[in-house]
């Protein structure tokens, strides 16, 4: 373990409160959707975006950041955004979480800074903006802007953190230097267009930024070479292309709809939110979870079937987006959350498959 970094049992609590933010803004999504959930849906359906971006996604983010760089103030950042979700969940005062949260995005931004003065790369150039999106977003959000209003913002975060995740692997399969200027055009595209993201002509071209960066991805990452292996290798690539062709259909989406309301709201949200997004968090895990928690996570044939469930629902989701169909769409919601149930319990699975082989995989020092 890194000097001044902290240990496994103090990392838990945090990624314990990115998966309580999880868990109720999957309830928040369901009860937008019109399914009884447990608690208030008044409150939640109000909650459903910001527990999932800040609260989840933010804070799993900034916890992987902070273990990269080992350094104790970082973590500040991940337990920040997990409290403030928890605030919000809690019912206190709106500002009390909201500010957390957005004091939690700037700790990211400065962790992410203090890599990007260590490593001047590209790959580190687009996880900052990504953050700095992010920070954006959240002061909008804290300032009173409705949710609607800051998601680009917010997608951005997600979007260039994980480009900036898979440039930085492409070092095995390095691009071009044109291949690299049309990924800086293509990020200047996207973050240009979340100032404009109210008119046609900036959605059309945000939809755009999203096909371009989707195609480039497909072409570049080094996943097209890896799909061709087995076992876990092959897995992970599975999941990062199938992750970019929603992206490239939100993409699509947005150029053929021209807006970001009603049902296409809808639809690009979660074809990007949660078919591109979980589709890397899903093939991601497996190399995240070991470095975060310090657990085995050994490859399974079945690490398969929650990717193909969420993949199955999202086409059911959509369905309904375009049909109309509010059933069929409330459904595909519905199999979401059981896709996403499906990937906790084949990861809890295989970590106690790797807990029965390596009893105490912790570092000596760090107990078991």
Not at 66 to 91: D, H, Q, S
Not at 205 to 218: E, K, M, R, V
Not at 300 to 315: D, E, G, M, Q
């Amino acid at each position: 373990m890194r000097h001044g970094n902290l240990s496994v049992p103090f990392r838990l609590p945090l990624l314990i409160l990115g998966f309580v933010s999880l868990a109720s803004g999957v309830l928040a999504g369901l009860a937008r959707l019109g399914w009884s959930v447990p608690l208030s849906m008044a409150q939640l359906m109000l909650l459903h975006g910001p527990l999932m971006v800040s609260g989840f996604f933010g804070t799993v983010i900034g916890l992987e950041r902070a273990v990269a760089i080992g350094r104790r103030w970082a973590y500040t950042g991940p337990l920040l955004t997990g409290l403030g979700g928890l605030a919000i969940l809690l019912g206190f005062p709106f500002l009390i979480g909201a500010a957390a949260i957005t004091l939690g995005s700037a700790v990211l931004l400065g962790a992410t800074a203090w890599i990007l003065l260590r490593q001047r790369e590209l790959f580190m150039v687009t996880m900052m903006l990504g953050a700095a999106s992010w920070l954006s977003g959240n002061l909008l959000w804290l300032t009173g802007s409705p949710v609607a209003g800051v998601v680009i913002p917010w997608i951005n975060f997600l979007i260039l953190t994980i480009a900036g995740e898979r440039l930085e692997l492409s070092r095995f399969l390095p691009p071009s230097p044109g291949a690299k200027h049309i990924f800086s055009v293509i990020l200047a595209t996207l973050l240009a267009c979340g100032f404009f993201s109210t008119s046609r002509a900036g959605i059309l071209l945000y939809g755009a930024g999203l096909l371009a960066l989707a195609l480039w991805l497909l072409r570049q990452d080094i996943a097209r070479r890896t799909v061709r292996g087995t076992g876990l290798t092959r897995f992970i690539a599975v999941c990062l292309l199938s992750g970019y062709v929603w992206l490239a259909i939100g993409g699509m989406t947005l150029i053929a709809t021209g807006s970001l309301t009603g049902a296409a709201y809808d639809a690009v949200l979660h074809t990007i939110l949660v078919g591109f997004v979980f589709s890397m968090v899903f093939g991601h895990a497996p190399i995240i979870f070991p470095a975060v928690v310090r657990v085995k996570i050994p490859y399974h044939w079945t690490f398969y079937l929650p990717l193909l469930a969420l993949h199955a629902s999202l086409l059911v989701r959509l369905s309904g987006d375009a049909l109309a169909l509010p059933g069929l769409r409330s459904l595909g919601g519905l199999l979401n959350a059981v896709a996403l149930l499906l990937f906790i319990l084949s990861t809890i699975s295989s970590v106690i498959r790797g807990l029965r082989a390596h009893p105490c995989p912790l570092p000596k020092g760090e107990g078991c």
